[in-house]
């Protein structure tokens, strides 16, 4: 039973809950390393990471209070000092700005992590990484991350100019992967690819203008393909320096949703590397 340790919240106001005031407009991001998990799912899987010691500590919890029943087995996975709160369903929406239907939140931190050259190290002699550059919208860098966990990538990898991908919105929409696949978010894209190539990785950028069919990849022990921001794409000097692949498609379409394409790529990439 979990009653012992919920802390009940009667006002919006009260200063024990700050941090998930008007998260619509106010996300956590970027402040210390702190952010928004949002969803059972979510909230699961900051737990195992909290736990696990997999990079990740969980803060305070805040919960509607008829979600509780459903949520004990998550909530005991908690250490006792991770704050549980509990509010109806008026006093949460008062808190967070708007209404919250899902009714599970918890204030997550990121905590001190290495640079790119240590996980591209730890990386197994067989490895699919992925990799962004001035991916700026919240929709697809979560989506990447899921896909990067459904295919089995062993690393994600972003510029310094891609959005943050501990954003409310991004982490939701991985369905947390975010908190279970290794990343980095640093660096200048060209640097990160030198890295890579100095660690023996065949690097591929996906273009819809790219020479090869993406089917008709040599398959490599260990291989990085990387995307670029959709409508402008990746720098020439990125497609120049490195392999270019495409996604065939039919003729009088542009490209495909960055989301999409890294879809359609890892679940190639993958089944190439699994032939190996």
Not at 206 to 215: A, C, E, F, K, V
Request: hydrophobic content about 45%.
């Amino acid at each position: 039973m979990t009653d012992g340790r919920l802390i009940a919240i009667e006002d919006p106001g009260d200063f024990r809950i700050a941090e998930f005031r008007d998260i619509r407009e106010r996300d956590m991001t970027g402040r210390e390393g702190r952010f928004i998990a949002e969803g059972t799912v979510v909230l699961r899987l900051l737990a195992e990471a909290h736990v696990s010691q997999r990079g990740f500590v969980a803060e305070k919890v805040l919960l509607l209070r008829n979600r509780v029943a459903g949520l004990e087995e998550i909530i005991a996975a908690f250490p006792e000092d991770v704050p549980v709160y509990v509010a109806d369903a008026a006093v949460l929406d008062g808190i967070v700005g708007f209404h919250l239907h899902r009714g599970v939140l918890a204030i997550g931190r990121r905590i001190a992590e290495d640079d790119v050259d240590a996980l591209l190290g730890a990386l197994p002699e067989h490895a699919l990484v992925l990799v962004g550059c001035g991916i700026s919208n919240h929709d697809n860098v979560g989506s990447m991350f899921r896909n990067a966990a459904a295919f089995g990538a062993d690393a994600l990898l972003l510029d310094e100019t891609s959005c943050d991908p501990l954003y409310r919105k991004a982490l939701r929409v991985s369905v947390g992967s975010v908190l279970t696949m290794p990343y980095r978010r640093q660096g200048a894209a060209v640097d990160i690819l030198r890295a890579l190539a100095d660690g023996g990785f065949a690097i591929w950028s996906l273009s819809p203008r790219g020479q090869t069919d993406i089917r008709k990849i040599a398959p490599s022990k260990r291989v990085a393909f990387v995307v670029g921001t959709e409508g402008e794409g990746l720098p020439e000097a990125i497609l120049s320096a490195f392999g270019s692949a495409r996604i065939s498609q039919a003729p009088g379409l542009d490209s495909l949703n960055v989301a999409t394409a890294t879809g359609i790529a890892l679940f190639e990439l993958a089944s190439a590397m699994r032939r190996i």
